[in-house]
């Protein structure tokens, strides 16, 4: 389902919903969360050392914004641009898992996973629709908070972050933040079930020290499975690629194991070289390249793993 854009008058509705939340961005600064542990009414603060990791990365990205006015650019090119200077970034995997209980917005440019690749991209261009003044840590963590949570708020529990990509897809296109063109590439649906958490539940260091999650979790991966999932199979992406932008969110849908249920399993951006080749750029993990790279064509980059069984496209619209 397709849902209209919101009327933005002199600025982009994103920008004005930062703009009318100046005292957030400031408490954004030492990141303040409720406490879940049993007895804890009081308020848990997360150092910006913890939620905030590579700030001279950053301080070199927006001197690089302002030289190329990277601000004029759609929002698809401007990720995309974001998305290119983030090349050669290390992988990292569990970044977003920061605490044991409080769950908070968080950045990362020292190390990036598929995820939090494809989210600082744009986040970061959607900054840049604020005046220049407010290009700092505590705006960039509203973006990705606004990106990140159901809602576009981090209520400081681990359920309340959008943990599967078509779950994230379902709530930010809900929002009107993006638009899934995959149905109207061509998009088929296929069979559904995302349990990838409950099932791995030892490696998130949040499950592993809160095991009473693991039952919401399951409730929440219940509904999350419920929605229809549709896929441009692998056979068809070439055909699409001329309609594919700079900065279109690709997101991997995969067979689990040898059953024929989907789920999404990878996420990276669209860029369109010179030569007009969209190639895949993510971050790749370490059994492959172990960074971020501008991958081969995507069409190509499907048939590298058999598992991969096509992908869906979603474009940011502000």
């Known amino acids: 389902m397709q849902f209209p854009r919101q009327k933005t008058g002199t600025g982009c509705a994103v920008c004005n919903l930062a703009n009318n939340a100046q005292m957030r961005l400031r408490l954004l600064i030492t990141i303040l969360a409720l406490a879940s542990a049993a007895g804890a009414g009081a308020v848990v603060t997360l150092p910006m050392s913890t939620v905030f990791k590579g700030q001279d990365r950053f301080e070199q990205l927006v001197v690089r914004a302002k030289a190329e006015n990277w601000k004029s650019l759609p929002i698809g090119q401007r990720t995309a641009a974001v998305g290119q200077t983030?090349?050669?970034?290390?992988?990292?995997?569990?970044?977003?898992?920061?605490?044991?209980?409080?769950?908070?917005?968080?950045?990362?440019?020292?190390?990036?996973?598929?995820?939090?690749?494809?989210?600082?991209?744009?986040?970061?261009?959607?900054?840049?629709?604020?005046?220049?003044?407010?290009?700092?840590?505590?705006?960039?963590?509203?973006?990705?908070?606004?990106?990140?949570?159901?809602?576009?708020?981090?209520?400081?529990?681990?359920?309340?972050?959008?943990?599967?990509?078509?779950?994230?897809?379902?709530?930010?296109?809900?929002?009107?933040?993006?638009?899934?063109?995959?149905?109207?590439?061509?998009?088929?649906?296929?069979?559904?079930?995302?349990?990838?958490?409950?099932?791995?539940?030892?490696?998130?260091?949040?499950?592993?020290?809160?095991?009473?999650?693991?039952?919401?979790?399951?409730?929440?991966?219940?509904r999350v499975s419920a929605r229809p999932l549709y896929e441009i199979p692998k056979s068809r992406v070439a055909s699409i690629e001329p309609r594919l932008r700079s900065g279109d969110i690709i997101g991997i849908v995969s067979r689990d194991g040898h059953s024929s249920m989907r789920a999404t399993s990878h996420v990276g951006l669209a860029l369109r070289s010179g030569d007009g080749t969209v190639h895949f750029m993510h971050a790749s993990a370490p059994h492959n390249y172990g960074k971020v790279v501008v991958d081969s064509r995507l069409s190509a980059y499907l048939y590298r793993y058999s598992s991969d069984t096509g992908v869906l496209v979603v474009r940011p619209i502000r």
């Not at 220049?132 to 949570?149: G, M």
């Open 86 to 222: 983030m090349v050669g970034t290390p992988y990292r995997s569990y970044t977003l898992e920061i605490d044991n209980r409080v769950e908070s917005p968080s950045v990362n440019f020292k190390g990036l996973d598929c995820w939090t690749f494809f989210e600082i991209a744009l986040s970061f261009a959607r900054m840049l629709d604020e005046p220049e003044t407010n290009w700092t840590p505590a705006t960039l963590l509203h973006y990705v908070e606004l990106d990140r949570y159901r809602g576009g708020e981090c209520t400081g529990e681990y359920l309340s972050r959008l943990h599967y990509l078509e779950d994230w897809l379902y709530d930010n296109n809900r929002r009107g933040l993006v638009q899934d063109l995959t149905r109207t590439l061509g998009g088929v649906s296929v069979p559904h079930s995302a349990r990838e958490m409950t099932n791995g539940w030892r490696h998130y260091r949040y499950l592993a020290a809160n095991r009473a999650l693991l039952r919401p979790l399951a409730q929440m991966e219940g």
